[in-house]
């Protein structure tokens, strides 16, 4: 069946996700450059034809493989490269590179503070465009400019503009309509624009009042204004409960954490529907992933 030679066959991919569960795929490609990104079209078309589905990976802070052997096609997006115009004040970057680390080395070899809540972060910054992530207020849709892409429809490389991406609360085009794959993004870093401003030493935040250990950031959604998630899962006498060491931390109730590497995905799925069995009795809400569980 397979006719791409440049697709890896039954490959370990424990580590690509932030939770580390053991997992394998059984056909995989790495983007490295953009020859390889001309090469997603075969690959596409060959997808098309075996009805295989797709998954793409940045660095895989909010995914949990919830399978031994992904039977589909794993594609980890390895584009890497940054570059910042300090006159113009212009940030383009390829879609696998960190934010925190742009925004520390944009603070320290440039001068420019702009993206100082991004500063420990954990995620890319095709993932900031995606998700229009963001930090005590500062988001990631009003400094961006545009995007390149190619569309997995009809295989074209274009720019799309801000205007196109319909950012919104935690929201984009992108993560209504997956049919895209984010190659570059680019940010005019001229003026500091959030919808409020915090005092909050966000360093210290991420550094000592956020779980350490493998995890997704917030596992569900908070259900309402009135009750976060967090808090439901402490009052259903969660916080603290270990099964076979995957818990739910008792720094941060909703950072659902695998201590031991290469654990088993069904202990974390356990723990997942006990907090929503427990949750919905106690409250009648059903609690909702916000890191995607993927499975076959
Ligand atoms: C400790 C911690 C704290 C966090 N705190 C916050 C916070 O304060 N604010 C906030 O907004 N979020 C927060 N998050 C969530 C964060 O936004 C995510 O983890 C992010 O969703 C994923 O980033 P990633 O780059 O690793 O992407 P991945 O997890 O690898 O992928 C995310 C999604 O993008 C898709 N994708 C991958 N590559 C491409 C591509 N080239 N084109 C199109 N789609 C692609 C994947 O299929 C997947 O659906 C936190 C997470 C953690 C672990």
Same mark, same amino acid.
């Given at each position: ?48 034809? %075996?009805? =295989? #589905? ?13 399978? *031994?052997?992904? %039977? ?17 004040? @212009? ?12 925004? #520390? ?6 001068? +420019? ?13 095709? $993932? ?30 274009? @720019? =799309?503009? #801000?205007?196109?991406?319909? !950012?919104?609360?935690?929201?984009? @085009? ?7 794959? @984010?190659?570059?993004?680019? !940010? *005019?870093?001229?003026? &500091?624009?959030? &919808? ?13 009042? +956020? ?39 008792? /720094? ?10 290469? $654990? ?9 529907? /006990? ?11 059903? /609690? ?9």
């Amino acid at each position: 069946m397979i006719n791409i030679n440049y697709l890896q066959t039954n490959v370990d991919i424990s580590k690509l996700s932030n939770f580390k569960t053991k997992a394998f795929a059984k056909l995989y490609f790495e983007v490295k450059s953009r020859q390889d990104v001309d090469k997603l079209k075969e690959i596409f078309d060959f997808a098309k034809k %075996e009805k =295989l #589905k797709v998954l793409f990976i940045w660095w895989g802070t909010n995914l949990l493989f919830a399978f *031994d052997m992904f %039977e589909w096609i794993v594609i980890k997006n390895c584009l890497q490269w940054w570059t910042y115009d300090k006159k113009t004040k @212009i940030l383009e970057a390829y879609t696998s590179e960190k934010i925190r680390d742009i925004a #520390k080395s944009l603070e320290d070899d440039y001068g +420019q503070d702009i993206w100082h809540r991004f500063i420990g972060l954990p995620w890319t910054i095709g $993932w900031a465009v995606v998700g229009n992530a963001g930090c005590f207020w500062l988001e990631t849709e009003w400094n961006f400019l545009e995007a390149e892409v190619l569309n997995l429809y009809n295989y074209d490389i274009t @720019i =799309l503009q #801000k205007n196109e991406i319909n !950012f919104s609360y935690r929201n984009s @085009i992108f993560k209504e309509k997956e049919g895209y794959f @984010i190659i570059k993004v680019k !940010f *005019d870093l001229n003026e &500091k624009v959030e &919808k409020y401003s915090s005092e909050v030493d966000n360093i210290d935040f991420r550094e000592n009042k +956020q779980p350490k250990w493998n995890s997704g950031g917030s596992f569900f959604k908070n259900p309402s204004k009135e009750l976060s998630a967090w808090k439901a899962i402490e009052e259903v006498w969660l916080k603290w409960y270990n099964h076979n060491w995957v818990l739910f931390s008792p /720094l941060h109730a909703n950072f659902l954490i695998n201590t031991k590497l290469n $654990w088993d995905w069904r202990d974390l799925i356990y723990m997942i529907d /006990l907090a929503k069995t427990k949750v919905k009795d106690r409250f009648s809400i059903d /609690l909702e992933p916000e890191v995607r569980i993927i499975t076959n």
